[in-house]
């Protein structure tokens, strides 16, 4: 363990270390999906198609907006989030529509410490529990470790919602703990989860994430035959 000169215990160099760059908005490609800036004019008829498909609006309950009661409500949430820098939106594409079915961000952008989040992730019904929904999060990944060289890269939720919470964990975050009463949203109380993963985790969750999404994991339906965990094992 290093200490300085008072004998007290302190954390490793980074005598190398510089500020990481802004995110930036170029597409990123994959075989499954595209994610690009999100653009009303571009994708506000599409998502508010796809995300018609969830008719009670259940998905939205753990997001701070939403559900919308009519097409002029959500177009004003469209033009206000993609008017901001941080979130910053990216919409997810499906390459073999050509229709964006799925928003994420990424947010809590601190490039002097080299930490981001990803974040105000809506995955419509067509897009859940799909090879598009891992493949984005990984070119997510992809860019914030490889492209940018940020060095922690977090995932946070309601401690309530347990599908958010199953899918940081398959995807490979780490759990780090409760913030109690972290947040009021919607009229109510958040405890946050909290999740990370760190650049010396990436390569070996990259090589997973390589093998869960390879055309030879896949079977005659389009499933993946073993699981993301498994290539983890």
């Known amino acids: 363990m290093r200490q ?6 302190i954390g490793p160099a980074l005598a190398d270390w510089k500020t990481c760059p802004f995110p930036n908005t170029d597409p990123m490609n994959g075989t499954y999906c595209r994610l690009e800036k999100l653009s009303p004019a571009q994708h506000g008829d599409q998502l508010f198609s796809a995300f018609g498909d969830d ?3 259940k998905n ?3 997001l701070f907006d939403g559900p919308f009661a009519n097409r002029a409500e959500f177009d004003t949430w469209l033009g206000r989030i993609t008017q901001s820098q941080d979130p910053l939106f990216f ?3 499906d390459t073999t529509t ?3 079915i799925g928003v994420a961000s990424y947010m809590r952008i601190t490039p002097e410490h080299g930490t981001i989040e990803v974040g105000n992730i809506h995955f419509s019904p067509r897009l859940q529990k799909t090879p598009l929904a891992t493949e984005a999060m990984y070119l997510m990944m992809r860019r914030a470790f490889e492209e940018l060289g940020y060095r922690r890269y977090e995932w946070k939720c309601d401690a309530l919602n347990a599908p958010s919470r199953s899918a940081a964990e398959r995807l490979g975050f780490t759990f780090e703990g409760i913030f109690r009463q972290a947040i009021v949203y919607k009229g109510r109380s958040r405890d946050t989860a909290w999740f990370s993963m760190i650049d010396s985790e990436w390569p070996a969750l990259k090589a997973a994430f390589e093998k869960w999404l ?4 896949s079977d005659d339906h389009g499933k993946q035959k073993q ?5 983890r094992a």
Do not use: C, M, R
């Open 55 to 57: 008719t009670d609006g």
């Open 214 to 217: 390879a055309a030879e994991n």
């Open 227 to 231: 699981s993301l965990k498994s290539f």
């Open 98 to 100: 050509h229709q964006a």
């Open 60 to 62: 939205w309950t753990y």
């Open 91 to 93: 919409a997810i594409v």
């Open 4 to 9: 300085n000169t008072f004998g007290q215990p």
